[in-house]
């Protein structure tokens, strides 16, 4: 556990350090070896090289930022201590299999036709959504109405999940967080806790039951921690959907919690992310 322990002090030094000058003696400094047991070390605990980890770092945070409206490839490239944009661009291409000015403009990005490009997720990985197409289903559940400023969606889920066992019908399996708004400039949502039912029969006190309508949606599949949840959310927002060919067919969303989805065991669980499409006019 002390081992651990210095480790992660090295990489808490490497985070506060990311625009910053140093070597290796410095991470090794911070976390009490010398450079050649610190190495060994690093790399025994972590599965990667302390370069190795710092250029994946570097080049997450430099993604996030190319991002942000105004950013020069240039000045990013330099403050995440790149001798030179040419440099910057080639490890860049290594690592995400497009240059900055593609990930920049997927936009533009050629595709082959009806398969929308695949945006790249913080962290260097991809993700493509499945297209598919769902019938009509019907909830029941509760539902809250906010802005969720306070916590309020893991409240109500934490009052609802002993209370499933009192709907009639609920299908064993599946949970859903439905998500639905009156206007999208309004920072206001219905979120609803609910399972699925075979049919609609006595509704329990202090429950709603929706209908689901049939529609085709791209379904993006989020792996980690439900603290990353909004990082898969933007990449379907912001990154995928301008550039797909699709545009939103109504004015909600979901989550599917199955059997993939494990909060004790975070690294390993999957929830899916259903939006609602239709192809652009």
């Not at 075979?198 to 529609?215: N, R």
């Not at 791209?218 to 699709?246: D, I, M």
């Amino acid at each position: 556990m002390a081992h651990e322990a210095q480790v992660t002090a090295a990489i808490a030094y490497i985070e506060a350090h990311l625009k910053e000058p140093f070597s290796l003696r410095d991470l090794a400094q911070a976390a009490g070896y010398s450079p050649f047991h610190f190495h060994r070390l690093f790399l025994a605990i972590t599965g990667e090289t302390p370069a190795a980890f710092i250029r994946r770092r570097r080049l997450t945070e430099s993604a996030r930022e190319l991002a942000e409206p105004g950013k020069r490839a240039l000045d990013v490239a330099l403050a995440y201590q790149y001798d030179s944009q040419e440099a910057f661009i080639r490890a860049f291409r290594r690592h995400f299999g497009v240059t900055p000015g593609r990930y920049r403009r997927y936009d533009n990005a050629p595709r082959q036709p009806g398969k929308p490009p695949q945006p790249i997720v913080p962290g260097g990985s991809f993700m493509e959504p499945r297209i598919v197409e769902q019938g009509p289903f019907t909830l029941i559940g509760m539902i809250y109405f906010g802005e969720n400023q306070k916590g309020e969606i893991p409240q109500l889920w934490n009052d609802f999940i002993p209370r499933i066992d009192k709907i009639p019908d609920a299908q064993p399996g599946a949970s859903y967080g439905f998500c639905f708004m009156d206007d999208r400039s309004n920072p206001n949502f219905w979120y609803m806790a609910s399972v699925p039912v075979a049919k609609i029969g006595d509704i329990p006190a202090e429950m709603v039951a929706k209908t689901v309508p049939a529609h085709t949606y791209a379904v993006f599949t989020h792996r980690g921690a439900l603290a990353g949840l909004g990082e898969t959310y933007a990449v379907a927002y912001k990154t995928w959907l301008p550039a797909s060919g699709y545009e939103l067919a109504a004015s909600f969303d979901f989550e599917l919690y199955d059997r993939r989805f494990n909060p004790a065991d975070e690294a390993n669980s999957e929830l899916d992310i259903y939006l609602p499409i239709r192809p652009k006019a």
